[in-house]
Protein backbone atom coordinates (compact mmCIF):
# COMPACT_ATOMS: atom_id res chain seq x y z
CA UNK A 1 0.00 0.00 0.00
CA UNK A 2 3.04 2.83 0.55
CA UNK A 3 4.31 1.59 -3.11
CA UNK A 4 0.88 2.45 -4.21
CA UNK A 5 0.40 5.86 -2.12
CA UNK A 6 4.19 6.64 -3.30
CA UNK A 7 3.27 6.16 -7.22
CA UNK A 8 -0.16 8.02 -7.09
CA UNK A 9 1.62 11.01 -5.32
CA UNK A 10 4.31 10.88 -8.08
CA UNK A 11 1.58 10.79 -10.67
CA UNK A 12 -0.11 14.02 -9.46
CA UNK A 13 3.50 15.80 -9.26
CA UNK A 14 3.97 15.02 -12.93
CA UNK A 15 0.39 16.10 -13.73
CA UNK A 16 0.53 19.54 -12.37
CA UNK A 17 4.25 20.33 -14.13
CA UNK A 18 2.71 19.22 -17.29
CA UNK A 19 0.09 21.40 -17.13
CA UNK A 20 2.35 24.28 -16.05
CA UNK A 21 4.40 23.51 -18.84
CA UNK A 22 1.44 23.40 -21.53
CA UNK A 23 -0.11 26.73 -19.84
CA UNK A 24 3.28 28.08 -20.83
CA UNK A 25 3.66 27.33 -24.02
CA UNK A 26 0.48 28.42 -25.20
CA UNK A 27 1.14 31.99 -23.49
CA UNK A 28 4.43 32.25 -25.48
CA UNK A 29 2.92 30.91 -28.77
CA UNK A 30 -0.02 33.86 -28.57
CA UNK A 31 2.38 36.57 -27.21
CA UNK A 32 4.45 35.73 -30.66
CA UNK A 33 1.35 35.39 -33.28
CA UNK A 34 0.37 38.95 -31.70
CA UNK A 35 4.12 40.52 -31.70
CA UNK A 36 4.06 39.11 -35.31
CA UNK A 37 0.95 41.32 -36.64
CA UNK A 38 1.83 44.23 -34.89
CA UNK A 39 5.19 45.22 -34.61
CA UNK A 40 7.95 45.19 -37.73
CA UNK A 41 9.96 42.13 -38.51
CA UNK A 42 14.14 42.65 -38.30
CA UNK A 43 16.77 40.18 -38.54
CA UNK A 44 16.74 39.42 -34.88
CA UNK A 45 13.42 38.50 -34.60
CA UNK A 46 13.02 36.40 -37.62
CA UNK A 47 16.01 34.72 -35.51
CA UNK A 48 13.88 34.32 -32.64
CA UNK A 49 10.92 33.52 -34.20
CA UNK A 50 12.94 30.81 -35.88
CA UNK A 51 14.10 29.75 -33.05
CA UNK A 52 10.97 29.69 -31.64
CA UNK A 53 8.96 27.72 -34.05
CA UNK A 54 11.79 24.74 -33.97
CA UNK A 55 10.95 24.97 -29.73
CA UNK A 56 7.13 24.81 -29.47
CA UNK A 57 6.74 21.26 -31.74
CA UNK A 58 9.07 19.69 -28.87
CA UNK A 59 7.06 21.30 -26.10
CA UNK A 60 4.00 19.95 -27.56
CA UNK A 61 5.58 16.33 -28.32
CA UNK A 62 6.26 16.61 -24.16
CA UNK A 63 2.77 17.82 -23.04
CA UNK A 64 1.25 14.70 -25.83
CA UNK A 65 3.89 12.61 -23.94
CA UNK A 66 2.65 13.70 -20.29
CA UNK A 67 -1.09 13.61 -20.97
CA UNK A 68 -0.31 10.15 -22.40
CA UNK A 69 1.79 9.31 -19.29
CA UNK A 70 -1.11 10.99 -17.41
CA UNK A 71 -3.95 9.14 -19.34
CA UNK A 72 -1.93 5.81 -18.34
CA UNK A 73 -1.29 6.68 -14.82
CA UNK A 74 -4.98 7.26 -14.50
CA UNK A 75 -5.95 3.80 -16.01
CA UNK A 76 -2.96 2.31 -13.45
CA UNK A 77 -4.86 3.93 -10.67
CA UNK A 78 -8.32 2.61 -12.02
CA UNK A 79 -6.92 -0.56 -12.23
CA UNK A 80 -5.39 -0.55 -8.59
CA UNK A 81 -8.84 1.05 -7.10
CA UNK A 82 -10.25 -2.18 -8.57
CA UNK A 83 -7.90 -4.34 -6.92
CA UNK A 84 -8.13 -2.77 -4.14
CA UNK A 85 -12.10 -2.69 -4.31
CA UNK A 86 -11.62 -6.69 -4.97
CA UNK A 87 -9.24 -6.62 -2.30
CA UNK A 88 -11.78 -5.36 0.34
CA UNK A 89 -14.83 -7.59 -1.28
CA UNK A 90 -12.35 -10.35 0.15
CA UNK A 91 -11.35 -8.99 3.03
CA UNK A 92 -15.08 -8.75 3.93
CA UNK A 93 -15.72 -12.26 2.82
CA UNK A 94 -13.13 -13.34 4.47
CA UNK A 95 -13.80 -11.11 7.42
CA UNK A 96 -17.91 -13.00 7.42
CA UNK A 97 -15.93 -16.56 7.05
CA UNK A 98 -14.18 -15.67 10.09
CA UNK A 99 -17.31 -14.78 12.11
CA UNK A 100 -18.98 -17.97 10.36
CA UNK A 101 -15.72 -20.16 11.57
CA UNK A 102 -15.90 -18.40 15.18
CA UNK A 103 -19.92 -19.68 15.00
CA UNK A 104 -18.61 -23.25 13.93
CA UNK A 105 -16.10 -23.16 16.39
CA UNK A 106 -18.40 -22.47 19.42
CA UNK A 107 -21.38 -24.53 18.18
CA UNK A 108 -18.21 -27.02 18.02
CA UNK A 109 -16.90 -26.20 21.59
CA UNK A 110 -20.73 -26.55 22.54
CA UNK A 111 -20.90 -30.16 20.93
CA UNK A 112 -17.32 -31.40 22.22
CA UNK A 113 -18.59 -30.30 26.16
CA UNK A 114 -21.99 -32.40 25.35
CA UNK A 115 -19.72 -34.98 23.79
CA UNK A 116 -17.44 -34.68 26.86
CA UNK A 117 -20.73 -35.10 29.02
CA UNK A 118 -21.66 -38.19 27.46
CA UNK A 119 -17.98 -39.58 27.55
CA UNK A 120 -18.40 -39.18 31.74
CA UNK A 121 -22.18 -40.67 31.26
CA UNK A 122 -20.48 -44.04 28.99
CA UNK A 123 -17.54 -44.30 31.10
CA UNK A 124 -20.09 -44.24 34.31
CA UNK A 125 -22.18 -46.99 32.71
CA UNK A 126 -19.25 -48.93 31.66
CA UNK A 127 -17.58 -49.08 35.08
CA UNK A 128 -21.59 -50.31 36.03
CA UNK A 129 -21.22 -52.68 33.68
CA UNK A 130 -17.61 -53.94 34.53
CA UNK A 131 -18.83 -54.19 38.37
CA UNK A 132 -22.00 -56.20 36.76
CA UNK A 133 -19.99 -58.29 34.62
CA UNK A 134 -17.07 -59.02 37.42
CA UNK A 135 -20.70 -60.31 39.40
CA UNK A 136 -21.77 -62.16 36.69
CA UNK A 137 -18.76 -64.05 36.49
CA UNK A 138 -18.69 -64.82 39.88
CA UNK A 139 -21.82 -66.32 39.13
CA UNK A 140 -20.57 -68.17 36.22
CA UNK A 141 -18.07 -69.60 38.43
CA UNK A 142 -20.88 -70.69 40.76
CA UNK A 143 -22.53 -72.25 37.98
CA UNK A 144 -19.46 -73.77 36.94
CA UNK A 145 -19.19 -75.73 40.28
CA UNK A 146 -22.89 -76.50 40.54
CA UNK A 147 -22.37 -77.98 37.07
CA UNK A 148 -19.26 -80.13 38.45
CA UNK A 149 -20.95 -81.03 41.35
CA UNK A 150 -23.97 -82.20 39.05
CA UNK A 151 -21.95 -84.16 36.49
CA UNK A 152 -20.21 -85.60 39.42
CA UNK A 153 -23.57 -86.80 40.67
CA UNK A 154 -24.82 -87.99 36.74
CA UNK A 155 -21.47 -89.85 37.40
CA UNK A 156 -22.11 -91.86 39.77
CA UNK A 157 -26.31 -92.09 38.87
CA UNK A 158 -24.79 -94.08 35.61
CA UNK A 159 -23.19 -96.15 38.15
CA UNK A 160 -26.36 -96.81 40.02
CA UNK A 161 -28.20 -97.51 36.67
CA UNK A 162 -26.05 -99.76 35.14
CA UNK A 163 -25.61 -101.75 38.48
CA UNK A 164 -29.51 -101.61 38.68
CA UNK A 165 -29.64 -103.45 34.81
CA UNK A 166 -27.62 -105.77 35.86
CA UNK A 167 -29.79 -106.58 38.79
CA UNK A 168 -32.70 -106.50 36.69
CA UNK A 169 -31.40 -109.14 34.29
CA UNK A 170 -30.70 -111.44 37.27
CA UNK A 171 -34.07 -110.16 38.49
CA UNK A 172 -35.81 -111.48 34.79
CA UNK A 173 -33.74 -114.57 34.72
CA UNK A 174 -35.43 -115.70 37.99
CA UNK A 175 -38.81 -114.09 36.91
CA UNK A 176 -38.61 -116.39 33.69
CA UNK A 177 -37.71 -118.96 36.17
CA UNK A 178 -40.87 -118.27 38.47
CA UNK A 179 -42.77 -118.08 35.29
CA UNK A 180 -42.54 -121.35 34.29
CA UNK A 181 -43.11 -122.29 37.71
CA UNK A 182 -46.03 -121.33 37.84
CA UNK A 183 -47.16 -122.77 34.66
CA UNK A 184 -46.59 -125.83 35.93
CA UNK A 185 -48.39 -124.54 39.47
CA UNK A 186 -51.36 -123.28 37.13
CA UNK A 187 -51.80 -126.75 35.42
CA UNK A 188 -52.00 -128.32 38.84
CA UNK A 189 -54.06 -126.13 40.00
CA UNK A 190 -56.21 -126.17 37.31
CA UNK A 191 -58.83 -128.97 38.61
CA UNK A 192 -58.84 -127.47 41.88
CA UNK A 193 -59.70 -124.21 39.59
CA UNK A 194 -62.58 -125.62 38.33
CA UNK A 195 -63.89 -126.98 41.66
CA UNK A 196 -63.37 -123.93 43.27
CA UNK A 197 -64.59 -121.86 40.44
CA UNK A 198 -68.16 -122.20 41.54
CA UNK A 199 -67.53 -121.06 44.93
CA UNK A 200 -65.08 -118.56 43.99
CA UNK A 201 -68.00 -117.05 41.78
CA UNK A 202 -70.70 -117.22 44.72
CA UNK A 203 -68.14 -115.75 46.91
CA UNK A 204 -66.82 -112.84 44.17
CA UNK A 205 -70.87 -112.16 44.01
CA UNK A 206 -70.71 -111.45 47.78
CA UNK A 207 -67.67 -110.08 48.17
CA UNK A 208 -68.65 -107.41 45.11
CA UNK A 209 -72.55 -106.90 47.08
CA UNK A 210 -70.50 -106.46 50.27
CA UNK A 211 -67.97 -103.58 48.88
CA UNK A 212 -71.15 -101.87 47.54
CA UNK A 213 -72.91 -101.81 50.41
CA UNK A 214 -69.79 -100.47 52.15
CA UNK A 215 -69.28 -97.95 49.16
CA UNK A 216 -72.60 -96.76 49.88
CA UNK A 217 -72.20 -96.62 53.74
CA UNK A 218 -69.35 -94.65 53.35
CA UNK A 219 -70.69 -92.16 50.87
CA UNK A 220 -73.64 -91.97 53.63
CA UNK A 221 -71.42 -91.37 56.71
CA UNK A 222 -69.37 -88.86 54.21
CA UNK A 223 -72.61 -86.90 53.19
CA UNK A 224 -74.17 -87.09 57.12
CA UNK A 225 -70.81 -85.56 58.11
CA UNK A 226 -70.72 -82.84 56.08
CA UNK A 227 -74.71 -82.35 56.67
CA UNK A 228 -73.66 -82.00 60.30
CA UNK A 229 -70.19 -79.75 60.02
CA UNK A 230 -72.50 -77.79 57.70
CA UNK A 231 -75.68 -77.54 60.54
CA UNK A 232 -73.32 -76.94 62.93
CA UNK A 233 -71.99 -73.84 60.90
CA UNK A 234 -75.35 -72.47 60.44
CA UNK A 235 -75.99 -72.93 64.08
CA UNK A 236 -73.30 -70.44 65.02
CA UNK A 237 -74.27 -68.67 61.96
CA UNK A 238 -78.06 -68.65 63.62
CA UNK A 239 -76.42 -68.26 66.94
CA UNK A 240 -74.57 -65.02 65.97
CA UNK A 241 -77.31 -63.75 64.03
CA UNK A 242 -79.51 -64.02 67.24
CA UNK A 243 -76.92 -61.89 69.37
CA UNK A 244 -76.73 -59.24 66.54
CA UNK A 245 -80.06 -59.29 66.09
CA UNK A 246 -81.17 -59.02 70.05
CA UNK A 247 -78.48 -56.16 70.13
CA UNK A 248 -80.01 -54.12 67.29
CA UNK A 249 -83.94 -55.09 68.84
CA UNK A 250 -82.21 -53.33 72.32
CA UNK A 251 -80.80 -50.71 70.61
CA UNK A 252 -83.79 -49.96 68.75
CA UNK A 253 -86.10 -49.95 71.98
CA UNK A 254 -83.65 -47.51 73.00
CA UNK A 255 -84.10 -45.10 70.20
CA UNK A 256 -87.54 -45.35 70.09
CA UNK A 257 -87.65 -44.93 74.35
CA UNK A 258 -85.41 -41.97 73.40
CA UNK A 259 -87.64 -40.55 69.95
CA UNK A 260 -90.48 -40.41 72.59
CA UNK A 261 -89.24 -39.31 75.70
CA UNK A 262 -88.26 -35.89 73.02
CA UNK A 263 -91.87 -36.18 71.78
CA UNK A 264 -92.76 -35.37 74.97
CA UNK A 265 -90.23 -33.49 76.25
CA UNK A 266 -91.42 -30.96 73.03
CA UNK A 267 -94.77 -31.65 73.20
CA UNK A 268 -94.96 -30.04 77.19
CA UNK A 269 -92.33 -27.71 76.18
CA UNK A 270 -94.31 -24.09 75.76
CA UNK A 271 -93.97 -22.28 72.78
CA UNK A 272 -94.46 -18.69 72.73
CA UNK A 273 -94.04 -16.11 70.17
CA UNK A 274 -95.88 -12.77 69.37
CA UNK A 275 -95.79 -9.82 66.55
CA UNK A 276 -97.92 -6.48 67.31
CA UNK A 277 -98.15 -2.91 65.64
CA UNK A 278 -99.59 -0.22 67.59
CA UNK A 279 -102.57 1.29 65.47
CA UNK A 280 -103.64 3.06 62.27
CA UNK A 281 -104.51 5.97 63.60
CA UNK A 282 -101.78 7.96 62.58
CA UNK A 283 -100.39 10.33 65.86
CA UNK A 284 -99.76 9.00 69.11
CA UNK A 285 -99.43 12.14 71.53
CA UNK A 286 -97.82 14.15 73.15
CA UNK A 287 -99.50 13.86 76.36
CA UNK A 288 -99.12 15.48 79.67
CA UNK A 289 -98.78 12.28 81.55
CA UNK A 290 -96.64 8.85 80.60
CA UNK A 291 -99.07 6.70 78.85
CA UNK A 292 -98.58 3.08 78.61
CA UNK A 293 -98.56 1.73 75.23
CA UNK A 294 -101.52 -0.80 73.91
CA UNK A 295 -100.31 -2.34 70.35
CA UNK A 296 -104.12 -3.24 69.36
CA UNK A 297 -102.50 -4.94 66.14
CA UNK A 298 -101.94 -8.36 66.62
CA UNK A 299 -100.26 -10.66 63.77
CA UNK A 300 -98.75 -13.28 66.30
CA UNK A 301 -99.37 -14.56 69.86
CA UNK A 302 -98.47 -17.82 69.95
CA UNK A 303 -99.10 -18.86 74.03
CA UNK A 304 -101.44 -15.88 74.21
CA UNK A 305 -99.11 -14.39 76.14
CA UNK A 306 -99.88 -10.70 74.75
CA UNK A 307 -102.61 -8.81 75.94
CA UNK A 308 -103.62 -6.79 73.37
CA UNK A 309 -105.62 -4.88 75.77
CA UNK A 310 -103.98 -4.04 78.25
CA UNK A 311 -100.03 -3.84 76.53
CA UNK A 312 -99.04 -6.66 78.62
CA UNK A 313 -96.79 -9.43 78.01
CA UNK A 314 -96.76 -12.00 80.55
CA UNK A 315 -94.15 -14.32 80.96
CA UNK A 316 -96.28 -17.91 81.14
CA UNK A 317 -92.69 -19.68 82.37
CA UNK A 318 -89.46 -19.48 83.47
CA UNK A 319 -87.04 -18.64 80.79
CA UNK A 320 -85.27 -16.73 79.09
CA UNK A 321 -86.84 -14.50 76.58
CA UNK A 322 -85.85 -12.09 73.13
CA UNK A 323 -88.10 -8.95 72.97
CA UNK A 324 -88.05 -6.05 70.12
CA UNK A 325 -89.49 -2.95 69.78
CA UNK A 326 -89.56 -0.02 67.08
CA UNK A 327 -90.11 3.53 67.10
CA UNK A 328 -91.27 5.92 64.67
CA UNK A 329 -92.17 9.41 64.22
CA UNK A 330 -92.85 12.02 61.83
CA UNK A 331 -92.87 15.14 64.00
CA UNK A 332 -90.10 17.50 65.53
CA UNK A 333 -89.34 17.05 68.84
CA UNK A 334 -88.62 13.83 70.75
CA UNK A 335 -89.58 10.58 70.26
CA UNK A 336 -89.07 7.40 72.57
CA UNK A 337 -90.47 4.91 75.04
CA UNK A 338 -89.51 2.95 78.29
CA UNK A 339 -89.20 -0.24 78.57
CA UNK A 340 -90.42 -1.72 82.37
CA UNK A 341 -90.42 -5.22 83.98
CA UNK A 342 -93.31 -5.19 86.28
CA UNK A 343 -92.40 -2.06 87.60
CA UNK A 344 -88.77 -2.00 86.90
CA UNK A 345 -87.56 0.37 84.29
CA UNK A 346 -85.31 -1.60 81.63
CA UNK A 347 -85.06 0.59 79.16
CA UNK A 348 -85.07 3.83 77.83
CA UNK A 349 -84.66 4.90 74.24
CA UNK A 350 -85.23 8.16 72.75
CA UNK A 351 -84.31 10.54 69.96
CA UNK A 352 -84.43 14.27 69.03
CA UNK A 353 -86.20 15.15 65.75
CA UNK A 354 -85.30 18.74 64.23
CA UNK A 355 -87.28 17.95 61.28
CA UNK A 356 -90.65 16.73 59.70
CA UNK A 357 -90.18 13.64 58.17
CA UNK A 358 -90.16 9.58 59.43
CA UNK A 359 -87.30 7.95 61.35
CA UNK A 360 -86.95 5.36 63.24
CA UNK A 361 -85.18 3.91 66.22
CA UNK A 362 -85.14 -0.07 67.00
CA UNK A 363 -83.72 -1.58 70.10
CA UNK A 364 -83.84 -5.30 71.10
CA UNK A 365 -83.38 -6.93 74.51
CA UNK A 366 -82.97 -10.31 75.98
CA UNK A 367 -84.22 -10.73 79.60
CA UNK A 368 -84.25 -13.76 82.12
CA UNK A 369 -87.70 -13.85 83.17
CA UNK A 370 -89.73 -16.10 85.41
CA UNK A 371 -93.50 -17.24 85.50
CA UNK A 372 -95.81 -14.07 85.54
CA UNK A 373 -93.11 -11.02 85.11
CA UNK A 374 -95.00 -8.57 82.94
CA UNK A 375 -93.09 -6.68 80.40
CA UNK A 376 -94.66 -3.52 79.27
CA UNK A 377 -93.53 0.03 76.79
CA UNK A 378 -94.85 3.33 78.14
CA UNK A 379 -95.12 6.53 76.16
CA UNK A 380 -92.81 9.52 77.76
CA UNK A 381 -95.14 12.64 77.96
CA UNK A 382 -94.45 15.15 75.72
CA UNK A 383 -93.19 12.56 73.36
CA UNK A 384 -95.37 11.43 70.18
CA UNK A 385 -95.30 8.46 68.12
CA UNK A 386 -96.36 7.78 64.44
CA UNK A 387 -98.17 4.61 63.06
CA UNK A 388 -100.50 3.59 59.75
CA UNK A 389 -101.30 0.91 58.06
CA UNK A 390 -97.41 0.12 57.27
CA UNK A 391 -96.81 -0.29 61.02
CA UNK A 392 -94.13 1.80 61.88
CA UNK A 393 -93.90 0.61 65.70
CA UNK A 394 -93.99 -2.39 66.35
CA UNK A 395 -92.93 -4.50 69.58
CA UNK A 396 -92.53 -8.86 69.24
CA UNK A 397 -90.84 -11.06 71.30
CA UNK A 398 -90.21 -15.14 71.30
CA UNK A 399 -89.19 -17.73 74.42
CA UNK A 400 -85.59 -18.92 73.78
CA UNK A 401 -85.63 -21.61 76.08
CA UNK A 402 -86.61 -22.67 79.35
CA UNK A 403 -85.19 -22.75 82.77
Not at 130 to 158: C, I
Not at 195 to 214: A, G, N, P, V, Y
Not at 321 to 331: A, D, G, I, T
Not at 385 to 400: A, K, M, Q, V, W
Amino acid sequence: MRVVVGLLLLLLALCGSGAQGEGGGLGQVGEISEFQETAPRDAAEESAESTTKQTTPDIWAEVRALRDMVVELKVFVQLLQRENSDQEMRLTATESKTTDLEKENADLQTRLSSSESELLLSKCRIDQLERENAVQATDLTSLGTRLTATESKSSDLEKENADLQTRLSSSESELLLSKSRIDQLERENADLQTRLSSSESELLLSKSRIDQLERENADHETRLTATESKSSDLEKETADLQTRLSSSESELLLSKSRIDQLERENAERPKVAFYTALTDAGHVGPYSTDITLKYSKVFTNIGNAYNPATGFFTAPVKGVYYLQFSVCSNRTGYMGVYVYKNNQLIMFNDEGKEEVGLEYLTKSVVLELKAGDEIYLVLPSDYSLYDSPHNHNTFSGSLLFTL
